[in-house]
């Protein structure tokens, strides 16, 4: 079981930018495809953007799609989202998620709607308009 310790977030204007990391310990990181998914008070946790486990295959939600990138270091154990160009409507709750499997598989439950097996506890993104 991968244990896994967001940070990164914090205040930022419209228009700015953060980068959040997610630390990744406790098992192989090497072989887990690793996502981000974000909450807003009051609504469901919703996919942001995801990464194979070698780090050459992505997905991102609709919304996030130009301005937001994944990227992970295996050799840190670590997965990254640089988000760009924020807007109010970014404001949540962010989770790092990991998910074994084949990449086909982990795209299609995330399309279904499906959660990654292991979460963060999260780290708050707020942007102010």
């Known amino acids: 079981q991968v244990q896994l310790v967001e940070s990164g977030g914090g205040l930022v204007q419209d228009g700015g930018s953060l980068r959040l990391s997610c630390a990744a310990s406790g098992r192989t990181f090497n072989g887990y495809a690793m996502g981000w998914f974000r909450q807003a008070p009051g609504k469901e946790r919703e996919f942001v953007a995801a990464?194979?486990?070698?780090?050459?295959?992505?997905y991102y939600a609709e919304p996030v799609k130009g301005r937001f990138t994944i990227f992970r270091d295996n050799a840190k154990n670590t997965v990254y989202l640089q988000m760009n160009s924020l807007k109010p409507e970014d404001t949540a709750l962010y989770f790092c998620?990991?998910?074994?499997?084949?990449?086909?598989?982990?795209?299609?439950?995330?399309?279904?709607?499906?959660?990654?097996?292991?979460w963060g506890r999260g780290t708050q993104v707020t942007v102010s308009s």
């Open positions: 998620g990991a998910e074994i499997g084949v990449w086909g598989t982990v795209v299609a439950s995330i399309r279904h709607g499906q959660g990654f097996g292991s």
């Open positions: 990464i194979d486990w070698g780090g050459s295959r992505t």
